[in-house]
């Protein structure tokens, strides 16, 4: 199985500040994914963020809001930027690891702003 | 409309009994079908991953089954614990695309 560490596990910002949040991974992955969770909804893809290139983004959802980094295959950022309430929120990082067989999730970040 | 929908919203059922949740998807074409649990304010945990030629898995008091036909999935937790108590998701991808449809989850309360 792969380790995902994500920190931090939660915070409470001000409004048009900013949070960046990382993951880390045990073993090397080619794609990682981010997702949002509002209360009591489905995950939502944010993007999906490949070493060496651009993240790609979902619909609703642009890079200057939300800036991804991916330096290396073990380890990704997404900052969410100018934040407001509405972007209260669980963000998760997830790879896909054995060949797309299995999924693994981060612990989550709690995300609540003021 | 959301690909995957997930029945009850939420239930509330006494340590020891069993209970029964259910998935209903559109999305295809079909390539697996997963549960996960997740507990308050954790991330996501698999139980089951299940393909199209698999009609039932489980996972210790886990149970999953799938019907590709009418496309329905269900998952039944045998002799209820009290760390049963999380939502759990059903995750559905189809063949060729990494994008996943989430269910929006059935929260379990398990109360002593």
């Known amino acids: 199985s792969a380790v995902i560490s994500q920190k931090p596990s939660r915070d409470i910002c001000q409004r048009g500040t900013s949070l960046t949040i990382q993951c880390q991974v045990d073993s090397q992955v080619t794609m990682m994914f981010w997702y949002r969770q509002q209360p009591g909804q489905s995950l939502t893809l944010i993007a999906t963020?490949?070493?060496?290139?651009?993240?790609?983004?979902e619909s609703g959802f642009v890079i200057d809001k939300f800036p991804i980094s991916r330096p290396n295959l073990t380890f990704s950022t997404l900052t969410v930027s100018n934040m407001s309430p509405e972007d209260s929120s669980i963000y998760l990082c997830s790879v896909d690891a054995h060949g797309g067989e299995k999924l693994f999730f981060g612990s989550g970040t709690q995300l609540s702003v003021l | 409309k959301n690909q995957v929908e997930q029945s009850p919203q939420s239930l509330i059922i006494l340590e020891g009994k069993n209970c029964t949740l259910q998935?209903?998807?559109?999305?295809?074409?079909?390539?697996?079908l997963r549960w996960y649990k997740q507990d308050t304010g954790r991330g996501p945990v698999s139980l089951t991953i299940?393909?199209?030629?698999?009609n039932t898995k489980s996972n210790g008091r886990y149970t999953a089954t799938l019907d590709a036909d009418t496309k329905q999935s269900s998952l039944h937790i045998t002799a209820s614990q009290l760390s049963d108590s999380a939502s759990y998701i059903c995750?559905?991808?189809?063949?060729?695309?990494?994008?996943?449809?989430f269910g929006a989850g059935t929260t379990v309360t398990v109360r002593a």
């Open positions: 299940m393909t199209f030629s698999e």
């Open positions: 998935c209903n998807y559109t999305v295809s074409p079909f390539s697996n």
């Open positions: 995750v559905v991808s189809a063949i060729g695309g990494y994008k996943l449809s």
């Open positions: 963020a490949n070493q060496g290139s651009e993240a790609t983004y």
